[in-house]
């Protein structure tokens, strides 16, 4: 049993504390507010209902996972955390200031890890006093589905911190770790993000219909949804921000955020979580 500590309960943050409170951790959430608290515990409890109906755990399991489960607003109640995984938004300012203050509420043995997608894990570290403990720990969405994390060691990052957080992932939560260095992207995003971006522009270009884009992936190379969907899956503000910090890192035009997608951040269309994306989900 780990004393596991997640910041954020949005999308990410909610799927990792599930597939923890269900491996059986004290699991420990940080929110900024009681109303953005309420909301993260009603998505755990709203997925492990999913995970009832669907068979995957019994109700009395669901209670067991539950019964794991805190939430809070203070982060001095991060002091007896062992491990903490961070799941806010991919704003690196955001992420530098929370890892500094974390760095003092924290015990110097804990381990601190980034569900960064895309913003190297040594920029995340730069104001911790020891970043030999700062790691890279990327799940995939939906988290209780998708079996990948990518563990990215910084320059920095110590070998007892990457095998803790490897062992974790591995053998306790059961998901398959592949191990990544510090660029940008690491492994999956570096792949995956560019082959979004083209489909948003070659939507954006009237080239083809979305519903034909989609279509083609998913009937031409057996993906289970087609690039404009999974944008809407992931968020068409990660898919921004990732995108941003890509061309930021290796300066690529193939990289550059398309204007839709600027444009369709601007107005709030998000994808899913906002029920409205590249389709309607109202
Ligand atoms: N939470 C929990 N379980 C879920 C779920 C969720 N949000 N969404 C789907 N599932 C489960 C379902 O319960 C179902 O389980 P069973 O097969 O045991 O019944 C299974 O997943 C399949 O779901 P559905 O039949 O409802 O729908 P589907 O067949 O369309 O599958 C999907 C849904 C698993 C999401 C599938 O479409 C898929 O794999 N999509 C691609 C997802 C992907 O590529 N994710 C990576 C995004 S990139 C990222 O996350 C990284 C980043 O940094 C940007």
Known sequence: MTQL??????????????????AGDEVLVLERDQSAADAARGRIEKSLSRAVKKAKITEDEAERSLANLRLTTSLSDFGDRELVIEALPEIEDLKVGFFADLDKVTSPEAILATNTSS??????????ADPSRVVGVHFFNPVPVMPLVEI????????????????YARDHLGKRTIQAGDRGGFVVNALL??????????????Y???????????????????????????GLDVVLDVSESLYH??????LAPPPLLQRMVEAGYLGKKTGRGFYDYS
Request: proline share 7%.
């Open 249 to 254: 890192e290796f300066r690529e035009p193939h």
């Open 193 to 206: 993000i560019p082959y979004l971006v083209s489909a948003i522009r070659m939507y954006e270009s009237g």
């Open 119 to 128: 913003i190297p894990i040594i920029r995340i570290a730069k104001d911790v």
């Open 208 to 234: 083809a219909s979305k519903e034909d884009i989609d279509a083609g992936m998913v009937n031409g190379c057996a993906h289970p949804m087609g690039p404009l969907t999974l944008s809407d899956t992931v």
């Open 5 to 22: 500590g997640v910041v954020g309960g949005g999308t990410m943050g909610a799927g990792i504390a599930e597939i923890a409170i269900r």
């Open 152 to 167: 990215i060691s910084s320059l920095a990052s110590s070998p007892h911190a990457i095998e803790t957080v490897t062992a």
